[in-house]
């Protein structure tokens, strides 16, 4: 019997489908931009994590989005909760996202795709958009991530209780669409209720 299912090396955008609320989060341990190790079981143990996913420092809807989050930094983390970006880029270019929008917050190297997997955010673009995004935005993706698939994830948000379940998400494969910060203040004032 063959197997219809396709692997998350293959598959289209719209095939990934990302955990749901009330999934129990996949914890991780990660590279931040200057090889130092960040474990989401030590993080969740200070108060809910806000993990959010981006594609990379040559996507200008990442860069714009990131740098959002930063202007408004002090307000999430009032809530108590710690915000944690991954991307499939090796950790000499989370400083280039760094240097670009200014981020104060952890950035995390997802090496080998395995914290997008394992959140079910990752897909394989096509061969025009990977020439889109390679030869006119300076992606380079096998250049920058840990392998030659050249995947990436959706931009999706997640935010991660105490107790390790997501209490909330924000999922679209259309990659213009992200989180704003005005959902993330209120989910976060939701989870606390």
């Known amino acids: 019997m063959a197997n219809t299912l396709k692997s998350q090396s293959e598959r289209s955008v719209d095939e990934a489908k990302g955990l749901n609320v009330g999934a129990v ?3 991780f341990t990660a ?3 200057d090889s130092n190790i960040f474990s989401l079981e030590k993080a969740l143990k200070n108060g809910p994590v806000v993990l959010i996913f981006y594609r990379g420092f ?3 809807v990442c860069n714009k989005h990131l740098g959002q989050i930063q202007d408004s930094l002090r ?3 009032e809530m108590g ?4 970006a991954v991307s499939p880029e090796k950790p000499e270019y989370l400083g280039v996202m760094e240097e670009k929008t200014g981020a104060q917050f952890t950035l995390l190297y997802d090496e080998g795709y395995k914290i997008a997997d394992a959140y079910d955010v990752t897909f394989k673009p096509s061969a025009t958009t990977l020439f889109t995004y390679n030869t006119f935005l300076g992606a380079k993706l096998k250049e920058t991530h840990s392998d030659e698939s050249q995947r990436l994830p959706i931009p999706a948000t997640y935010i991660i209780g105490q107790d390790g379940k997501i209490a909330w998400r924000q999922f679209d494969p259309d990659y213009k669409n992200r989180s704003t910060v005005k959902e993330i203040l209120d989910a976060l004032t939701d989870l606390k209720r």
């Not at 909760?81 to 944690?84: D, F, M, R, T, W």
Request: proline letters at 12%; a negative charge.
């Open 25 to 27: 989060a996949p914890m």
């Open 81 to 84: 909760a710690k915000v944690i």
């Open 58 to 60: 040559w996507c200008p």
């Open 31 to 33: 590279l931040d931009a």
């Open 75 to 77: 307000l999430i983390e």
